[in-house]
Structures are given as structure tokens and as C-alpha cells.
């Protein structure tokens, strides 16, 4: 079964007297394990699309299912807990709590999830580590680089176990070779620990690092390709 | 967790935080201050109507509260005052009566109150002994000795040793009497001052044609902690009294004084309310604006799954910090404000240029400020309350959020 399973996904945004359509009819299948790139021009509707996945955002019309339920179906709570227990998340850019140490970061949604201390502490140091970040622990955000608080990011949205993680245009403030080094990271995560990711990009070479690419013009899918 | 995070938060602006915090413990200063002063003010009204009227406890006629008249009192006196001082042995029992008049000299007659008391009882109950003038105060066996009020004897032009002719008609019958001034006495309100003078307790009594007769047996605690024991000891002691007689506490005696008391409590829970409103409508002012900063932050934290409840409980949890601050600050800072006054007093009548009346009774002069420690638990809890009630709307503002609308937001 497929983790996400999106059908006829439209969403239109009114401005004043003007109905932008952003999503046209949608229809995209996720599962375990796929690295996927969602790809386009920009105002394509790759953010919506992913916004809708994630239960950010809401259909006008179409389906979104996470694990085979039907996120309209829920309220809001629920569909909050939902992603705590099984989205993670990691945007272009301000992602991270500015109070908390990039330690304390990652371990935020292990202690909304309720884990134990100690496990919270092993699991959480080992993320850090899977992504580069051994010595940093202690470091406040405004202490990191972008590329770092961006691996900080992926961290926190991996740390929880979700079954899929969605990153729009994730590398989109970073230079070429920051943003190589985050990709690489992601795609050793998804090859070594089988983390899900579904991400949004307009970058080349980013594009390249995907197993599946997903493109999508005027807020349809043009073409879906999986390498 | 979200405890911690509160905590943070309101670290990082440092300034801000400190700024309403300030701002909130200034206004609780203010009212630990005024209510220490309240307290003292009401403390030493009590005091002071205690000593000159009623004492703690006192045996009159149920009448005599409302309508004091001389001829209105307790016969068998003495025997009362003896069966008192056996069942309250550390209380001093002192017998009073208050019979008016005219009193005239050679160069003129004044209508008068004169005070009948026990020579050597009342300068261990009352601080009016202390404050002669001039002369000596009464002895026991001088029946026609008077203290006059200083203005009383300028008005009637007469010096120590002159004579003075009381006249006054009692239950239908006419009194006069010969007597000689012994001294003046001064307390600065010039009701008293200038009309008041003090008789032996024996010569009031024939200035109403009884004996053995007093308006009033009252009875002097150390301390007025002990008034509800003591009224139940008077009461178990005296048994049946005679027709009319009541025994009170000084709740009861001095209705007047504490009905003003009560008044002035009132107005100061109102100032507190207002004050309160003020603090209110400037947290709510902060609150707002810090959570209006952290809007994208909030989307953030909504986005990886923590409640907008949470977050509105984070936001309330952080005013309820700032609040406990400011309560524990204002509650040291108002405490510090007032100890000088606690320890040395407050020369009232310096500030008002003259000295304090109320109810007919005067005032000490300094005021010693006192701590209301329930009223000071009150204030702290409002102040905190008051913190986190301002930051309900700001946090209702987070409870409505939704979670793309805030990671849109700049
Ligand atoms: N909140 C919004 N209000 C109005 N129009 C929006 C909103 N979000 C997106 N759009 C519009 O929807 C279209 C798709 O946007 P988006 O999903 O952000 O595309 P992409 O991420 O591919 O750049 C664009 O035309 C954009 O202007
Ligand atoms: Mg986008």
C-alpha cells in the first residue's frame, strides 16, 4: 500500500473577485522507501501540492490519504498529531526554534512524541551524527551555518521516525556546494535508513541525486519519471 | 517542556521582559506600599479609639453606642470593674464617663464635655495624660480638679489654680459645681483642644447626681488579638447584668470607627482594580506584539505537529512567569518601600500639617505601617492572575491559527 495516495487534487485560491487555480486534478502515489523529486517552474504548484500531502493545506476538491486515511476526514487536532506521529518537515528557510540548540531541536518532536529520556538522548545523538553534525549539538541556530541549520532540519524531521518526510525547495538558500552535501545526506538517509522523501526543487543538479521525478507544469503532472 | 520554552522566550528579549515586569511589580509596589499604610492607619485608629473610648471590651447600655448620654451608664461600677480584672487578670480595667455642660469663668462660659476617669488608671490606658501642657495631671482625692483642653482655656481666659464653675441640667435636675484648673493638655485637633476637659470619675458622678456610676467599665487588652477571649470572659464573668446592660468588643462599641475603616478599604480595592486595568491593558499590549513577531514560528512548531492549544498554553505560560516575577519583585520592592516607615514611622501630622481626627478620636501622630499579609497573598495572586487573563486574547489569536496562514506570515 502506498503511504500517500493523492486523487483529483485541485485547489483554488481566491483573490478578491480572481480564482487562481494552483492544483489541477492531481493524482500521485507515494510509497516506502521512494526518494522522489517533485520538479517544475515556479508557480506550478509543487509547494501546494506538497502543503496538501503534508495537511497543511486543504483540497478544494480530491483526495489526500496518509497511511489510508483520508485527511479531510480529520480535525484539526487530529491531523496535527498525525504529523507529528508520521510527517516530517523541512522548508526553504526559518525552520528551526531559535531558542532551542540544534540538540534540543531534534529532540522536540521525540518529546512530543512521549519517548523516554534515555532512548530520546541515543536516538537523537545518533541523527546528529547521521547528518553531520557530531560537536554541534549545543549550538543555538543563529550559531549554525544555513547549510547546518538545514542539516538540523532534516534531523528534527527524521528523528521522529515519520514514514515520509516533505522538503520544499530545501537547498533553494544554499550555495551549490551546501546544497549538494544536503542532498547527498538525504539520499545516503533514504539508501542507508530507508527515511521516505518527497521534495520539491528547481536545482539541476539536485534533480539529478533523485530516484523519481515528478514534474509538473500549471499545476498538472506533465511527466513521471522514476530512473 | 513548553515550561522551559516559556522561559526562553521571554530570555530572549531580555529588555521587553524586563520592561513589563517592571512596569507590572512598580504597580504592585505601589499597592504593597498603601495597603502597609493602610494597615498602620487602621491599627493605630483602633489603637487610639480603644485608649480614649471604649477600651477592647466594654460594659454599657445597648443605647449608649448610638445615643451617649451621661446619665446612661452602669451602677455598681466598681464591682463590675473588680469581677472584670479577676477573670482577665493581664487586662487594665478603667471606669469612664463623659458628661456635658457649661463651664464659665470670669471672662466668658463655653459649652464642654468633660471626661470623668480614674486619676491613676488612665495614664496606663490613655496616652492624654502624656500630653499636659502645663500643671499636673489629676490626683485621686481631688474632686474639684480639672485638665482643660490648652484652646478650652484660652477661650475661658483662665490660668492653672483659677476657678471654673461647671453647670449642667441632668434628668430634669440642675447641677453646678466649683472647680480648679490643674492643667492643659493639647492633642492637636482643635474639637478636643478647645472643647474637652477631664474630671476625676467622682466628681463626674456628682456632676449627674449618682455614685458608684459610670457610662462605660472598659477593658484594656495588651493586646487586640485577645478581644473575642476577653469579651467571652467578661461575658461568662459578669453573668446577668442588670437591665440594658450589654458587654461588646470594640467592633461592636466603636461602629463608626470601623465602618470608616471598612470604607477606606473599599476605595483602596477599587484603586486596586484600576491600577490593575491599567497593568492589564499594557501586558496585553506586549503579549500581543510578542506573539505577533512569532507568528511564522508558531506555523513552524504547528507544522511538526504540536497543537495550536499547546501553543496558546505556552504563550499563557509565559505571562503567568512574567507575573510571578513581577509579583515576587513588586512584593520585595513595595516591602522595602515601606520598611522605613514600618520601623520608624510616618510623621502623619507633619504631612498634613496638624494633627489626624477621626470619628472624634485622634490619631498618633506617626504612623507605624504595618504588613497585611493576607491582603499582601491576595495582591501577588491578582497580580498573576491579572498577568495571565491580559494574555488570553493574544493566545485565543493562537488557538485560531491556521498552520500555512502562519508559515506565510513575515
Ligand atoms: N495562499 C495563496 N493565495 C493565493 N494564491 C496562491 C497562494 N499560494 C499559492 N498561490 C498561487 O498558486 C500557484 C501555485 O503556487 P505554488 O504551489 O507555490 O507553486 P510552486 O511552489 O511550484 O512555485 C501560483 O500561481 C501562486 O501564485
Ligand atoms: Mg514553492
Not at chain 1, 138 to 153: F, I, Y
Not at chain 2, 163 to 170: C, P
Request: glycine fraction near 10%; charged fraction near 20%.
Amino acid at each position: 500500500m502506498s503511504i500517500v495516495s493523492v486523487r483529483g487534487l485541485t485547489r483554488d485560491y481566491v483573490q478578491g473577485s480572481i480564482v487562481v487555480r494552483a492544483v489541477r486534478g492531481v493524482d500521485l502515489d507515494i510509497k516506502d522507501g521512494e526518494f522522489t523529486a517533485i520538479i517544475g517552474p515556479s508557480g506550478s504548484g509543487k509547494t501546494t501540492t506538497l502543503n496538501c500531502i503534508g495537511g497543511l493545506d486543504s483540497p478544494t476538491s480530491g483526495t489526500v490519504s496518509v497511511d489510508g486515511t483520508d485527511l479531510g476526514s480529520l480535525s484539526a487536532g487530529a491531523l496535527s498529531d498525525l504529523r507529528l506521529a508520521r510527517i516530517g518537515f523541512v522548508f526553504q528557510s526559518y525552520n528551526l526554534i531559535p531558542v532551542l540548540t540544534a540538540y534540543e531541536n531534534a529532540e522536540f518532536v521525540l518529546r512530543l512524541q512521549g519517548v523516554a529520556a534515555k532512548e530520546r538522548r541515543r536516538r537523537v545523538m545518533q541523527t546528529l551524527e547521521n547528518v553531520g553534525l557530531k560537536g554541534m549539538e549545543d549550538r543555538r541556530p543563529s550559531e549554525l551555518s544555513g547549510g547546518q541549520q538545514q542539516r538540523v532540519a532534516v534531523a528534527r524531521a527524521i528523528a521522529g521516525r515519520p514514514a515520509l518526510v516533505l522538503a520544499d525547495e530545501p537547498t533553494a538558500n544554499l550555495d551549490s556546494t551546501t546544497s549538494d552535501s544536503l542532498i547527498a545526506l538525504m539520499r545516503d538517509l533514504n539508501d542507508n535508513h530507508g527515511v521516505t522523501f518527497v521534495f520539491s526543487t528547481h536545482d539541476e543538479r539536485v534533480i539529478r541525486a533523485a530516484k523519481r521525478v515528478v514534474r509538473m507544469v500549471d499545476g498538472e503532472i506533465e511527466s513521471d519519471i522514476t530512473k | 517542556m513548553l515550561l522551559s520554552l516559556a522561559i526562553r522566550n521571554l530570555r530572549r528579549n531580555v529588555r521587553r521582559t524586563l520592561l513589563t515586569v517592571t512596569a507590572i511589580a512598580l504597580g504592585l509596589a505601589m499597592m504593597v506600599f498603601v495597603t502597609s499604610m493602610q494597615k498602620g492607619t487602621y491599627g493605630s485608629m483602633i489603637k487610639s479609639g480603644v485608649a480614649s473610648t471604649t477600651g477592647h471590651v466594654v460594659v454599657e447600655q445597648a443605647t449608649y453606642v448610638d445615643n451617649p448620654q451621661a446619665t446612661e451608664g452602669v451602677s455598681g461600677a466598681q464591682a463590675i470593674a473588680d469581677a472584670l480584672g479577676a477573670a482577665i487578670p493581664d487586662a487594665t480595667i478603667a471606669q469612664r464617663s463623659l458628661v456635658d455642660g457649661l463651664l464659665s469663668s470670669a471672662n466668658g462660659a463655653v459649652g464642654v464635655q468633660l471626661r470623668g476617669v480614674q486619676p491613676s488608671v488612665e495614664p496606663l490606658v490613655d496616652t492624654l495624660p502624656d500630653k499636659l501642657v502645663s500643671g499636673e495631671w489629676l490626683q485621686d482625692d481631688d474632686s474639684r480638679g480639672v485638665i482643660l483642653g490648652e484652646l478650652l482655656a484660652e477661650s475661658l481666659d483662665v490660668d492653672i489654680g483659677d476657678r471654673v464653675v461647671y453647670q449642667g441640667n441632668h434628668n430634669g435636675e440642675d447641677y453646678s459645681e466649683l472647680l480648679r484648673v490643674r492643667g492643659t493638655f493639647k492633642t492637636g485637633s482643635a474639637d478636643i483642644d478647645g472643647f474637652m476637659g477631664v474630671v476625676p470619675l467622682q466628681t463626674a458622678q456628682k456632676l449627674v447626681g449618682m455614685s458608684d456610676f459610670a457610662n462605660q467599665v472598659t477593658v484594656h487588652l495588651p493586646d487586640v488579638a485577645g478581644t473575642e477571649a476577653a469579651t467571652i470572659a467578661a461575658r461568662t464573668a459578669l453573668g446577668t447584668l442588670p437591665e440594658g446592660v450589654v458587654v461588646l468588643p470594640w467592633q461592636e462599641s466603636m461602629p463608626n470607627i470601623v465602618a470608616s475603616i471598612e470604607a477606606d478599604r473599599a476605595g483602596g480595592v477599587l484603586m486596586m482594580v484600576f491600577l490593575g486595568l491599567i497593568v492589564a491593558m499594557g501586558i496585553v499590549n506586549t503579549v500581543l506584539m510578542s506573539v505577533m513577531e512569532r507568528v511564522r514560528e508558531f506555523g513552524v512548531l504547528m507544522a511538526i505537529g504540536v497543537r495550536n492549544r499547546r501553543i496558546a498554553a505556552m504563550v499563557l505560560l509565559e505571562a503567568g512567569v512574567l507575573g510571578l516575577l513581577a509579583a515576587l519583585l513588586g512584593l520585595v520592592g513595595g516591602l522595602l518601600l515601606a520598611a522605613p516607615f514600618i520601623v520608624n514611622g510616618l510623621d502623619m501630622a507633619a504631612l498634613a500639617g496638624g494633627s489626624m481626627e477621626m470619628e472624634g478620636v485622634v490619631l498618633d501622630s506617626i504612623i507605624f505601617f504595618s504588613i497585611d499579609t493576607p491582603r499582601l497573598i491576595v495582591l501577588a495572586i491578582v497580580t498573576v492572575v491579572v498577568t495571565v487573563s491580559a494574555a488570553l486574547y493574544p493566545a485565543w489569536t493562537v488557538i485560531k491559527l491556521k498552520p500555512l496562514e502562519a508559515l506565510n506570515s513575515v
